[in-house]
Every structure is written in C-alpha cells, then in structure tokens.
Nanobody, 117 residues
C-alpha cells in the first residue's frame, strides 16, 4: 500500500557528501515516522536516523553531527544529508516508514553508498 522510492546513493570520496531522498506514495497517513537504516556486509541493520511528521529528529550516536535528516510533509519525502563521509559509512541504506500507530511498517529497496578513494 505504500511504496518508497529512494535516490541519491553512489560512490563518494572520503570526506565528501551525499544527499539521499526517499519519496513515499500510496496509502500514506498524516502521522508517521520515517527514517534511514543501514547494513554493511556481514553486519546487522542499524539505525541511522528517524524523523516524525512533526519534524522531530533522532540520530544514532555515531552519525550525530555529520548527518542531518529532514522531511517534507507535503511531498511525503524524507532526506538524509551526509557530510564528512568515512569508509566505515559504506553500506546499503534503507528507507523506512512507520504509520498507523506503528501497525504498518514499510521498507525501500535500499541504495548503495560506497565511500572509497
């Protein structure tokens, strides 16, 4: 019922920046939480950042200060601005949306972010 379309991933040099976007469509509710998670090969999927429809952000400790999450309620789109990227940030980044009192949980297909020289 909800589709998440991601864009913005790719290859970037250490210290560089990327901006990820995720647009939600379909049966979207006005009250929601959207966010980003990432998974590196051989590791578990971990929280990067989330944001509520009211604009309240939450960050994983290792990302705080380098990454910024924001949302546009009209466009049903969430953004992740990633600065000062490190090789350790290399992972598949997944967009997530939770709504209907967290009864509904949706994931994007994932987008690869590679930080390398």
């Amino acid at each position: 019922q909800v589709q998440l379309v991601e864009s913005g991933g790719g290859l970037v040099q250490p210290g560089g920046s990327l901006r990820l976007s995720c647009a939600a469509s379909g049966k979207t509710f006005s009250i929601y939480t959207m966010g980003w998670y990432r998974q590196a090969p051989g590791k578990q999927r971990d929280l990067v950042a989330t944001i509520t429809n009211t604009g309240y952000p939450n960050y994983a400790d290792s990302m705080k200060g380098r990454f910024t999450i924001s949302t546009d309620n009209v466009k049903n789109t969430v953004y992740l601005q990633m600065n000062s990227l490190k090789p350790e940030d290399t992972a598949v980044y997944y967009c997530n949306r939770r709504q209907n009192f967290d009864k509904d949980n949706y994931w994007g297909q994932g987008t690869q972010v590679t930080v390398s020289s």
